[in-house]
């Protein structure tokens, strides 16, 4: 399996991005696919995550309200958009892919997902 992350770049504070991330080498079912993001010095921490097995979106509070994260099926690709971007979602941004079911309370772990996209790097000025 391999993903491709894009549409990364620079903006400005109160800007809009929309990061694509496609699945390729394998028709998935159900899968769970997730962002991540990784700030220099800082630990990944967990962006957002959708499930097709059981539905249901998930966020992190600090991103909640100002980005969504939405599917194609038929294309097998995930999308996040984020709106209202401030300085500190500055990072760069993976996408991650499980294929099943996962359960809500594990979508926020990184080693819940085998595959990796390889990052784009999104920058917010202020």
């Known amino acids: 399996v391999q993903l491709q992350a894009s549409g990364g770049g620079l903006v400005q504070a109160g800007g809009s991005l929309r990061l694509s991330c496609a699945a390729s080498g394998r028709t998935f079912s159900s899968y769970t696919a997730g962002w991540f993001r990784q700030a220099p010095e800082k630990e990944r921490e967990f962006v957002s995550a959708?499930?097709?097995?059981?539905?249901?979106?998930h966020y992190a509070g600090s991103v909640k309200g100002r980005f969504t994260i939405s599917r194609d099926n038929a294309k097998n690709t995930v999308y996040l958009q984020m709106n209202s971007l401030k300085p500190e979602d500055t990072a760069v941004y993976y996408c991650?892919?499980?294929?099943?079911?996962?359960?809500?309370?594990?979508?926020?772990?990184?080693?819940?997902?085998?595959?990796w996209g390889q990052g784009t790097q999104v920058t917010v000025s202020s």
């Open positions: 991650a892919w499980a294929e099943g079911r996962m359960l809500a309370g594990l979508v926020h772990n990184s080693n819940r997902y085998p595959y």
């Open positions: 959708i499930r097709t097995a059981g539905g249901g979106t």
